[in-house]
């Protein structure tokens, strides 16, 4: 375990070292991703300006469901790049190269990239989040701070699931499924907002198929004090963090039945 | 005219070789709209105060604009010739005997039309008949809503084509292009519908060049501009577009002065 550790920052110190190469284009790919995020809460915040609130619901609250979902993604989307390109590696046949290695593949295809460039939607997410925490007022404890932190984690972990099904999809059809796309950035999208705004049938769609609303909505429940159901919010986030095992399950098993395309 | 026309065609074809692409990228945006519609519904049920666009002109903005925004958000550069330039076989494109603006041009027209065409006939289709978009609000709509559709493009690819002239100075014009791409997002219309926005920022949205891109014509299909308030917003696009073409023929001029080709 420490060693994969240590391997796993050795390779990403490499990725990182490798994308500072090019620092002009590192540079304006983080700005235009700091812009594209934060052209998107404009949006949310010119709406809440023009209709007053949602359902209730206020800026400072649907921030923080916003600041939550978008550093989770950040997260994962810096983290993933290795798993998001798999179907081209698989179809260049360079995957076979990856199994000669004594270590597990999910390690290395982990460690294949950190992408930089996140740092602008993930710092865009943050000063939102921060500024929620600040407008919400006095409603903070250590105990909401640590549930905050772990919904965010909990949220990296079940993107990456998400995208470890994608790529594990293309043992069997050797394309990426850009369908999961579907519920990777509809996700995002989604969980931007308090789940209630939307219909019964995609509530449910994303509670018990794809575990978002433990992830977002039901810890921000606790945090903002809404009534919620007892403890649930407390360890919901774990759900994110079950949905990844899961995912780590069924790719190794695709692992295993695994025959090169031969190219 | 014969040669340009020969390169819209060629690109047109090989485009379309990609169907699953577009399959998958369909099902996605039906989804994308679906939430963003159930996201205004919700807004909309938050209030009684009354809006400068009803409901129902919100879901065919949201509509229109996933079924054609490939087509007029000049968010896409041009893969092949950022190839060219960084290999240097951009020398070749000078020795043909075609005027190089329009050669380019007419690659952006031809790259935007032929997958929004895959899309947008089977979105209008789902759209109509299942979510909520409904016809264009009159025949003259509907006619001003084509003749708007054909200012977009002509705008989108005015701007794409200087941003494919920019890579002859940067070859990072990929971070310029996401950057101009992310403002001209939100100032199209493409994350909330323009008249949305505040009241005093809408003077400046009517002015600058991306309303042209999506809010005019889904907004004159709608009906919520009537097709006879229309002509000036065709002006608008218009010049807009002749500033972007004479700009990127000035900086294509002084772009290719620079180019040294180095021997055989």
Request: aromatic share 12%; glycine share 8%.
């Amino acid at each position: 375990m420490r060693e994969g550790i240590r391997l796993y920052l050795r390779y990403i110190s490499i990725s990182a070292r490798g994308q500072m190469q090019y620092p002009a284009s590192f540079i304006l790919l983080t700005i235009s991703g700091l812009l594209a995020t934060g052209g998107e809460f404009l949006g949310i915040w010119a709406l809440l300006h023009r209709f007053g609130s949602l359902k209730g619901w206020t800026l400072p609250e649907v921030a923080l469901f916003y600041g939550i979902v978008q550093i989770a993604f950040s997260i994962s989307d810096a983290t993933s790049r290795g798993f998001d390109a798999f179907a081209a590696m698989l179809k260049r046949g360079d995957f076979d190269r990856v199994l000669l290695r004594p270590r597990s593949s999910a390690l290395q295809l982990a460690g294949q990239e950190l992408t930089m460039r996140r740092i602008g939607r993930f710092s865009q997410a943050l000063a939102v989040l921060l500024w929620s925490a600040s407008a919400l007022g006095a409603i903070w404890s250590p105990a909401k701070v640590g549930l905050v932190v772990a919904s965010i984690l909990g949220g990296a972990c079940l993107f990456f699931g998400l995208i470890v099904l994608q790529a594990t999809l293309a043992f069997w059809t050797t394309e990426s499924l850009e369908i999961v796309n579907t519920v990777t950035y509809g996700g995002v999208e989604t969980a931007q907002f308090p789940l209630t705004i939307y219909r019964p049938w995609f509530r449910r769609f994303f509670t018990a198929v794809i575990p978002l609303a433990f992830i977002s909505y039901f810890p921000a429940l606790a945090i903002l004090g809404r009534p919620a159901p007892p403890v649930l919010p407390w360890i919901a986030p774990l759900a994110g963090l079950l949905f990844l095992l899961l995912a780590l399950r069924i790719w190794q098993f695709g692992v295993r039945q695994y025959c090169s395309t031969g190219s | 005219m014969r040669s340009y026309w020969a390169v819209v065609s060629a690109r047109f074809r090989m485009l379309l070789q990609y169907r699953a692409a577009a399959v998958a990228g369909f099902g996605t945006q039906l989804f994308w709209g679906l939430i963003r519609i159930m996201i205004f519904e919700a807004f909309y049920r938050s209030t009684t105060a009354s809006q400068p666009m009803t409901l129902p002109e919100v879901v065919d903005y949201i509509w229109l604009g996933q079924a054609t925004f490939v087509m007029t958000l000049p968010y896409y550069l041009d893969l092949e010739i950022l190839t060219m330039v960084r290999s240097g076989t951009v020398v070749y494109e000078l020795l043909r005997p075609l005027d190089l603006y329009s050669l380019w041009f007419s690659r952006s027209v031809a790259s935007r039309a032929a997958p929004t065409l895959l899309r947008a006939l089977p979105m209008f289709v789902a759209a109509g008949l299942f979510l909520g978009l409904r016809p264009p609000a009159s025949v003259a709509s509907g006619a001003g809503w084509l003749l708007a559709l054909l200012g977009a493009l002509m705008l989108s690819c005015a701007i794409s084509t200087i941003l494919s002239v920019s890579l002859l100075w940067t070859i990072a014009g990929e971070g310029l292009v996401q950057i101009l791409g992310s403002a001209g997002m939100i100032l199209s219309g493409i994350v909330i519908p323009l008249p949305l926005f505040p009241d005093w920022a809408q003077t400046a949205l009517n002015i600058l060049p991306f309303r042209g891109l999506l809010d005019t014509p889904a907004r004159i299909y709608s009906g919520n501009i009537l097709p006879g308030e229309a002509l000036p917003l065709f002006a608008h696009q218009m010049a807009w577009t002749l500033a972007f073409v004479a700009l990127g023929r000035l900086l294509l001029a002084r772009g290719t002065r620079r180019l040294v080709a180095q021997g055989g």
